[in-house]
Nanobody
Framework: QVQLVESGGGLVQAGGSLRLSCAASGRTFSRYAMGWFRQAPGKERDFVAAITRSGGSTFYADSVKGRFTISRDNAKNTVYLQMNSLKSEDTAVYYC?????????????????WGQGTQVTVSS
């Protein structure tokens, strides 16, 4: 088992930036592929970004590619999502997720550990 806690959300103006953090408990963080997902009111949970165990490979949804960057620091048991050039359509609750796997996944179904979410609101 691993516990995940997101932080760093808040209210920003369009064009601004935020960095989300996901802190993980446990001693085996480096075994987990990590993903970020988001869910807006009345919408399904959508994939945002994913990163492999070592951080050597990343993948992004087309809607955020070039604006968002996922990274991880295994020494700190933390994964990050740097969000730049934010748009109003980025407004959502952002969740981090973990899967004990050597590969990442771009759908929510394979992930079996989830954080509680952090709210990101982008004003125009």
């Amino acid at each position: 088992q691993v516990q995940l806690v997101e932080s760093g959300g808040g209210l920003v103006q369009a064009g601004g930036s935020l960095r989300l953090s996901c802190a993980a408990s446990g001693r085996t963080f480096s075994r987990y592929a990590m993903g970020w997902f988001r869910q807006a009111p009345g919408k399904e949970r959508d994939f945002v970004a994913a990163i492999t165990r070592s951080g050597g490979s990343t993948f992004y949804a087309d809607s955020v590619k070039g604006r968002f960057t996922i990274s991880r620091d295994n020494a700190k048991n933390t994964v990050y999502l740097q969000m730049n050039s934010l748009k109003s359509e980025d407004t959502a609750v952002y969740y981090c997720a973990a899967k004990d796997s050597p590969i990442y996944y771009s759908t929510s179904i394979p992930y079996d550990h989830w954080g509680q979410g952090t709210q990101v609101t982008v004003s125009s």
